[in-house]
């Protein structure tokens, strides 16, 4: 019943104008501010943390910011996993340095598309599954009607999606060995095999594996987000190259460059990245818990 329930609501708001859906967003963000909900409480924890140069005033509004945009998330996951995929597509108003990939494929180098919870990921990766053979990680589903709603969602525009386990890395690294371009959410928090290193200044337990892969492979990686347009009117995507060539540099030099990257890139729309995460969860020895 819950799936159904589920389906239905998917199915509706792929239906709903996007603006309409950023209404409903920004509805159920205030809901959120106004009922002191648990993702208020994370992410006024996180922004105070990591933006303390903002005033008392500001980190209270950009907390209410992002509350919103995380209410634009929940809602347009219909539009991203079941809307029409040409419609879908066609939200994307404008590129960035898209160049950027098209000259690290033209150089033979695979491209490592790094994509943070921020804006809308699911948009960035089905525009460039569109455009370039692309290979991405997913994490398998206990329910099978959840699994084939996701696959069916990620891959109708061409992704390959590979299970987070060694056949999948292993896939991964194949993909970039052939030139191909694969993606990574690089803010995701692992479970095991990551090393602490500073974000925002704060010691956060990151992720190996892209850092790996670009060693492994020589691959280049770049840094994409949706950005959207405050009248809603769709999608900015945005391209950025990394400050140092990640794969020419050792595993705890290139996790802090990769980590120092996200940052400036979060600093451009702030309102937009997911501070509702917990990304400071696991702590190093001694130290006490910030949630």
């Known amino acids: 019943m819950k799936f159904l329930l589920f389906k239905f609501i998917l199915g509706l708001t792929a239906l709903l104008p996007l603006r309409l859906v950023h209404w409903l967003g920004n509805l159920i963000g205030q809901l959120s501010w106004l009922s002191h909900s648990r993702i208020r409480r994370i992410a006024s924890r996180n922004i105070a943390l990591c933006l303390p140069e903002l005033s008392a005033e500001q980190q209270s509004r950009l907390v209410k910011q992002t509350l919103r945009e995380t209410g634009k998330v929940i809602l347009e996951t219909g539009r991203m996993w079941r809307g029409n995929t040409e419609s879908t597509l066609a939200l994307v108003r404008d ?10 494929l033209a150089q033979k180098r695979g491209v490592i598309l790094a994509m943070p919870h921020y804006g809308s990921w699911e948009l960035t990766s089905l525009y460039c599954a569109r455009h370039y053979p692309m290979t991405t990680l997913y994490a398998p589903q206990a329910d099978p009607r959840i699994e084939q709603l996701i696959r069916q969602a990620r891959q109708r525009s061409g992704a390959r999606l590979v299970p987070t386990d060694n056949n999948g890395i292993r896939a991964l690294s194949r993909a970039l060995k052939q030139g191909e371009m694969i993606s990574i959410l690089p803010d995701q928090s692992p479970r095991s095999n990551g090393v602490f290193a500073a974000f925002f200044g704060l010691p956060c337990y990151t992720m190996t594996l892209l850092s790996k892969l670009a060693s492994k492979n020589n691959a280049c990686v770049i840094y994409a987000y949706a950005r959207r347009y405050e009248d809603s009117s769709g999608f900015k995507l945005v391209f950025r190259a990394t400050e140092q060539d990640l794969s020419q540099l050792p595993l705890q030099e290139s996790v802090e460059a990769m980590n120092r990257d996200i940052e400036a890139l979060i ?7 997911q501070w509702t995460y917990k990304r400071f969860k696991q702590r190093p020895p001694g130290e006490p818990p910030i949630y």
């Open 95 to 104: 590129c960035e340095n898209q160049q950027l990939i098209d000259d690290a």
């Open 267 to 273: 600093r451009e729309t702030p309102e937009q990245y």
